[in-house]
């Protein structure tokens, strides 16, 4: 009796892990499309955002939002560690960003300055000055 | 002829006294360098951290791209 109740509480769990896995692929599969289709991109602040004139989804607004949400969490944990601002952890995550860089050809971008422009496969990508390379 | 060049020496200095020299105050561009040199180097000793950060989240990141 104790067995099988200790066996679905296994199974349960499992079963969340699954479906959780399963949420989070998804969710990531609509971003990375919105990416392609030039509909949101990576910031020179550490964030995504939405590129200006594009027609956003509520739905697609709500999942850049919890993403966005998500990394504040890692880089305030992060900055707290080392003391440093929020501001500054998110920057260095950016400069990785921007540097190795974590935006595909055909994906768009913002500066520093806060233009956006689209990665090309002959053009360098304008990494943030704060970057110091 | 000695107090002649004394004469020429002097109106030259009073002339160069006399050219009007605009000083302004600088716009603190030296506080704004300060700043950048400070950060930069703050965000360059957070790479390692930051590299840490996108590998181990690269569900919120977007994927490696070459």
């Known amino acids: 009796m104790t067995r099988n109740f200790v066996l679905a509480g296994i199974a349960a769990i499992g079963l969340a892990l699954t479906a959780t896995t399963a949420l989070a692929q998804a969710q990531d599969s609509a971003l990375a499309q919105a990416r392609a289709s030039g509909l949101i991109g990576e910031q020179a602040d550490g964030y995504l955002g939405f590129v200006p004139g594009a027609a956003i989804s509520a739905d697609l607004r709500g999942r850049v939002d919890q993403n966005n949400i998500q990394r504040r969490q890692l880089y305030t944990r992060r900055a707290a560690e080392r003391s440093v601002s929020v501001n500054e952890m998110a920057a260095a995550v950016a400069c990785e960003v921007f540097e190795r860089p974590r935006i595909a050809v055909g994906e768009k971008y913002r500066t520093e300055a806060g233009q956006w422009r689209q990665r090309t496969a002959g053009s360098t990508i304008d990494v943030p000055s704060f970057c110091g390379q | ?66």
């Not at chain 2, 107090?3 to 506080?31: M, N, R």
Request: aromatic share 4%; proline share 6%; glycine share 6%.
């Open chain 2, 1 to 66: 002829m000695r107090a002649h060049l004394l004469t020429s020496l002097g109106a030259a200095i009073f002339a160069a006294g006399c050219i009007p020299v605009q000083i302004q105050a600088p716009d603190e561009p030296i506080e704004i360098n300060l700043n950048v040199n400070i950060r930069q180097e703050v965000i360059v000793r957070l790479e390692r951290d930051a590299a840490e950060l996108l590998d181990q989240n690269s569900d919120l990141f977007g994927g490696t791209t070459p």
